[in-house]
Nanobody, 124 residues
Framework: VQLQASGGGLVQTGDSLRLSCAASGRTFSTTLMGWFRQAPGKEREFVAA????????YYADSVKGRFTISRDNAKNTLILQMNSMRPEDTAVYYC??????????????????WGQGTQVTVSS
């Protein structure tokens, strides 16, 4: 699986930004696709994930109500729509794919494939 993230940039507080991740290779029904972020001096953290079925979405508490993740299975594309952005959203954002190996799986960890990051900066 190869992942290519894009859409990062510099925005102001309250603005919106849309990240895209194009995936190639194995991205069908047995995968979760997710976004993570890493701010300077901090550990990488889970942001959001989407299962193959529409409506199977998961969010970190810090972005609930502001960010929306969506997945276009036909195009192998993952989207993160970020609204009402805050300075604390500043980070490098990574898209990732997790192969689902069991019925019960934690969508926030243990991803198998990672794309390169895209920088998002929110100015105050």
């Amino acid at each position: 699986v190869q992942l290519q993230a894009s859409g990062g940039g510099l925005v102001q507080t309250g603005d919106s930004l849309r990240l895209s991740c194009a995936a190639s290779g194995r991205t069908f029904s047995t995968t979760l696709m997710g976004w993570f972020r890493q701010a300077p001096g901090k550990e990488r953290e889970f942001v959001a994930a989407a299962g193959y079925r529409a409506g199977s979405t998961y969010y970190a508490d810090s972005v609930k109500g502001r960010f929306t993740i969506s997945r276009d299975n036909a195009k192998n594309t993952l989207i993160l729509q970020m609204n009402s952005m805050r300075p604390e959203d500043t980070a490098v954002y990574y898209c990732a794919v997790k192969i689902i190996r069991s019925v019960v799986t934690n969508p926030t960890m243990n991803y198998d494939y990672w794309g390169q990051g895209t920088q998002v900066t929110v100015s105050s």
